[in-house]
Nanobody, 118 residues
Framework: QVQLVESGGGLVQAGGSLRVSCKASGTIMRINDMGWYRQAPGKERELVAVITSGGSTNYADSVQGRFTISRDNTKNTVYLQMNNLKPEDTAVYFC????????????WGQGTQVTVSS
């Protein structure tokens, strides 16, 4: 059974930095795109950043230049480095991945809370 587990969220002051990680485990043949989404209270879940298996990246305009997505294919792990954090970045951050396995599909992590105080 495939699982995604996030870690690294927490509380930080505005202007600070955090790195969140997400590790995929289970019987995995290949991982295609991996991404980070976030959902703030009362708002829709939105895409933050995505990275392909080849390393191409795409970012939401609101985080461009502040956040960096990366992955370690040897560890089936995706990272999101968040710098110059703002209070409006406060949300639950979810990772997802398109995984080829016995049951292929898009998998989601359980989410990790990121809170930015002003």
């Amino acid at each position: 059974q495939v699982q995604l587990v996030e870690s690294g969220g927490g509380l930080v002051q505005a202007g600070g930095s955090l790195r969140v990680s997400c590790k995929a485990s289970g019987t995995i043949m290949r991982i295609n795109d991996m991404g980070w989404y976030r959902q703030a209270p009362g708002k829709e879940r939105e895409l933050v950043a995505v990275i392909t298996s080849g390393g191409s990246t795409n970012y939401a305009d609101s985080v461009q230049g502040r956040f960096t997505i990366s992955r370690d294919n040897t560890k089936n792990t995706v990272y999101l480095q968040m710098n110059n954090l703002k209070p409006e970045d406060t949300a639950v951050y979810f990772c997802n991945a398109h995984i080829i396995s016995g049951v292929s599909g898009v998998y989601w992590g359980q989410g990790t809370q990121v809170t930015v105080s002003s």
